[in-house]
């Protein structure tokens, strides 16, 4: 399995960026949970949002206050971040992250088992 992400740079405070992170080699017939995380400077990585393969079922985290939105392109495999009103502590390196297995997973990613490359968000004041 192997998860791709795209689309971090430099964006002014205000400003929308969309990230994208492409998904490859699940096993046939296995069910997936798809995940954004960021991890801000001297901060733990925190949970973004995850959506399901199964009904496309979305949660999200603490952070997203309505600014952030998940969703997915079941026939490209590539799951897309869309952050709109960004603010300077949305700065990170966000990562995608998936699980898998034969039964559906919904909600928040909870034990994620591979981890995308990361890209880095900066958002300036």
């Known amino acids: 399995v192997q998860l791709q992400a795209f689309g971090g740079g430099l964006v002014q405070s205000g400003g929308s960026l969309r990230l994208s992170c492409a998904a490859s080699?699940?096993?046939?017939?296995?069910?997936?949970?798809l995940g954004w995380f960021r991890q801000a400077p001297g901060k733990e990585r925190e949970e973004v949002a995850c959506?399901?393969?199964?009904?496309?079922?979305?949660v999200y985290g603490r952070s997203n206050q309505g600014r952030f939105t998940i969703s997915r392109d079941m026939a490209k495999n590539t799951i897309y971040l869309q952050m709109n009103s960004l603010r300077p502590e949305d700065t990170g390196v966000y990562y995608c992250?998936?699980?898998?297995?034969?039964?559906?997973?919904?909600?928040?990613?909870?034990?994620?088992?591979?981890w995308g490359q990361g890209t880095l968000v900066t958002v300036s004041s």
């Open positions: 959506i399901s393969s199964s009904d496309g079922s979305t």
């Open positions: 992250a998936a699980d898998w297995t034969h039964y559906e997973l919904k909600g928040h990613c909870t034990a994620p088992r591979l």
């Open positions: 080699g699940f096993p046939q017939n296995s069910y997936q949970r």
